[in-house]
């Protein structure tokens, strides 16, 4: 299941309700590849040992979850008793919560402490099938901290063999002790460290955060050192897509809110518009429009979100499985969006996200009797028997 050709990075369009399917295969990994696949009976030197059984399961490839938050301190359990009791997003951040509670916290935990906790995320979501993530900074909101959190990231991607992706989030919230306008210049002058260990730059480009002209500045500064993921349209049509094709960003996530406008901007670029239904569940927020995009000829990733204020969870399963009932992707549109349109969305489609020769096997193993519709459909009954990385 997920067979592509050779030199397909992502799918648009029709394009994403298809993918390739063989019954009764095999599959040949030699040094962790993917060197063939067929339906033909392995004889002779093309044999392979040793031999994985697939009992009737279905193999495909791993998840690609291109937007987390995993590497943060603590818990903000005491802000899901606001939102139970009433308070909205925005009105747990104008008090002091959310994003700026996460990064005290964060400043008070060593270096070695974040690590660990990080490592555990990590490592469950490794077990839920994703084999390679992006990792977001954006809880320290000061050079120290920020810096902090992308050696973590760094470390991590270390310690584990999926494969971990790392973004300069400095522009997440404005930092304790600084106007707006400072802050954006902080910002934009820690971006040569950051660029030392971050693969990506983000702003979080929405209503009460930071603004179209503040995004274009930061990412003006970053051309040539970063490339640009950003965050747009989850509280409000914040201009962000718009800003984000202009400076040729690879994604722009979130994206709860939009109107044809958005559709517009996309259509033609190399931008991967991403969704985040986790972060749609957990506050309650519109779920995006995924099904009019695909209409409309784009493709459509989907992402966990992964973080402790509006989506503690990284179940790649469970956002596929809201992709079909919350969003009305078919399964295979659903499926597409998790793995090689994830994988796109944070430069990591050539190696992850479909059954390809010579891209790495990284790959699920499911228990018999599984197929994409009942992977949706039966969202929390276990179905992993072996994750291949």
């Not at 009976?41 to 279905?58: K, Q, W």
């Not at 707006?180 to 693969?199: F, G, L, N, S, T």
Request: hydrophobic share 40%; net charge negative.
């Amino acid at each position: 299941m997920g067979i592509q050709p050779e030199g397909v990075l992502r799918v648009e369009g029709e394009a994403q309700g298809k993918t390739g399917v063989l019954e009764n295969a095999w599959l040949k990994v030699e040094e962790g590849r993917i060197v063939d696949f067929g339906t033909s009976v392995l004889t002779g030197e093309a044999s392979v040992s040793p031999v994985i059984d697939a009992c009737g399961g279905m193999v495909m490839p791993g998840f690609c979850d291109s937007h987390t938050h995993v590497v943060y301190a603590g818990s903000r359990d005491g802000e899901f008793l606001d939102k139970i009791n009433g308070l909205s997003y925005e009105e747990i951040a104008a008090r002091g919560g959310g994003i700026l509670n996460s990064a005290d916290l964060l400043h008070r935990t060593s270096e070695e402490e974040l690590l660990e906790q990080s490592l555990s995320r990590v490592e469950e979501m490794m077990a839920k099938g994703t084999v390679a993530m992006e990792i977001k900074s954006g809880y320290g909101l000061n050079r120290a901290d920020e810096l902090k959190m992308l050696r973590v990231i760094r470390r991590l991607g270390e310690k584990v063999p999926a494969t971990i992706k790392s973004t300069f989030l400095g522009a997440h919230a404005v930092g304790r002790g600084f106007t707006h306008e400072a802050y954006v210049q902080e910002v934009i002058d820690m971006i040569p460290e950051a660029a030392e260990y971050a693969d990506f730059v983000d702003v979080f480009c929405d209503e009460g955060f930071f603004t179209v002209e503040d995004t274009d500045r930061i990412l003006e500064a970053a051309k040539h050192l970063l490339t640009p993921k950003i965050h747009a349209n989850e509280l409000a049509v914040s201009g962000g897509v718009q800003v984000g094709v202009k400076h040729q960003a690879l994604s722009v996530d979130h994206l709860e809110r939009t109107t044809p406008a958005e559709i517009e901007a996309l259509k033609g670029t190399w931008t991967m518009p991403t969704m985040l239904p986790g972060s749609s569940f957990f506050l309650g927020l519109p779920y995006g429009r995924a099904k009019e995009f695909i209409q409309n000829g784009l493709g459509v990733a989907l992402a966990s979100d992964y973080n402790p204020g509006s989506s503690p969870s990284g179940d790649m399963r469970f956002v596929m499985a809201q992709g079909c009932i919350k969003m009305q992707l078919t399964p295979v549109e659903a499926f597409n969006a998790v793995t090689i349109n994830s994988a796109y969305a944070m430069g990591v489609s050539p190696e992850y996200g479909s059954i390809t020769r010579g891209k790495k096997a990284a790959l699920i193993l499911t228990r018999p009797g599984w197929d994409l519709t009942k992977l949706a459909y039966q969202y929390q009954t276990p179905f992993i028997r072996q994750v291949i990385l």
